[in-house]
């Protein structure tokens, strides 16, 4: 069967729709309490969420799905996505949740799943959930003296706040760095602030006022303006902006230029080579990190691994080779030694720890290569991207980017797996060619679907 609910990190869509439903989530919730709440043992379920009104909709509904089923809930509130992870190890649950769109706006909400191990589920997994969703409504729930109890955890915030204090060296502090932090209005706005002062930095948050309404709205690291601007105001040594979920960063330094994932890939890698630390030989990315990356990495004698898009895909892969550093060029940054999915804070406190031992200006240590020119056009379309892709005038005009880059650059067109468009990527050290191509199949993807 194929898979209609999930995509690359989940189930997402639009609030209040399919499937963003109350009435879809509570089935998932039951569908996925039955299949994980296997054994004698009293199984439970931890669910977080960002500051998504929506959220205050697919909570209760997943909530109920989960005890229908017979399993425990434990309720953690606003907390980041890898928080939600890092609990449900701690808590020895069967099954974590995390209520969010990421760096979605608003009116988008989305689920995500984690096994007993802290990692998001695998395709079967999703498959399996998905068949049972479309069961007969009664197959899974739990006679009345075996339903499940929800309870809320008051120290959640806390536990991950140690957590991440505990990834930073012991032996360094923040002490001397002002440092603007934008949590988007998301679920981090009360850890993240909270790490950075309590580890000795001086610390100016923004994005911290969630309404419901302007969780990632021009803020963020979707939308790094704002903390650009708030770096310059303050004479900050830095910035961080989180996205909503807090899953993924992205640094700004002194003078506001931003440094995107695969510099920060760039920038733990040598720091961990050079400390013995890096394991595996490599670094995990993806088909859209930049061919700067991988000829600095292969400079330094590692190995750029690309795998599909999407930080369960390079976990995947980093867990199959053995690498302990990997992440995206939108800033999922995965640091296996410490979490099992992209943590936007702890990977900031892992380039904090080279600043502080670099003791030079962030400008001066956070752009470790020179980035190959790389266009991005993210094409909406108004029916089904792959049967714009099939489109024989797109298949030309793919084939003749191809012929036109040869050796001389990559070209990746692909459909989103959390938003309706075709993204269209070309890199090249010819900035004109790699235009023109971009161009040509974006044309053509119009002309298909006009």
Known sequence: MARHLFGTDGIRGTANQEPMTAEIAMRVGEASGYLFGRGTHRHRAVIGKDTRLSGYMIEPALTAGF?????????????PTPAVAMLTRSLRADLGVMISASHNPYHDNGIKLFGADGYKLSDEAERQIERHVEAPESAFRAAPAKLGKAQRLADAQGRYIEFAKSTFPRHLRLEGLKIVIDCANGAAYRVAPTVLWELGAEVVPIGVT???????????????EALQAQVMAHGADLGIALDGDADRVVIVDEHGAVVNGDQILALVASYWKAANTLRGGG???????????????????????RTAVGDRYVVEHMRRHGLNLGGEQSGHIILSDFATTGDGLIAALQCLAVFVVGQRPVSAMSQAFEPVPQTLRNVRLNGAARVALAHEGVRAAIARGEGRLAERGRLLVRPSGTEPVVRVMAEGDDETLIGEVVEDIVGALGRATA
């Open 67 to 79: 005890i229908a089923a017979g399993m425990d809930v434990i309720l953690i509130g606003p907390m």
């Open 210 to 224: 969630p309404d419901g309404t302007n969780i990632n709205e021009r803020c963020g690291s979707t939308h790094p």
């Open 283 to 305: 670094v995990a990315g993806t088909v859209m990190s930049n061919l700067g990356l991988e000829r600095y990495l292969d400079g330094l004698g590692l190995a750029l691994h």
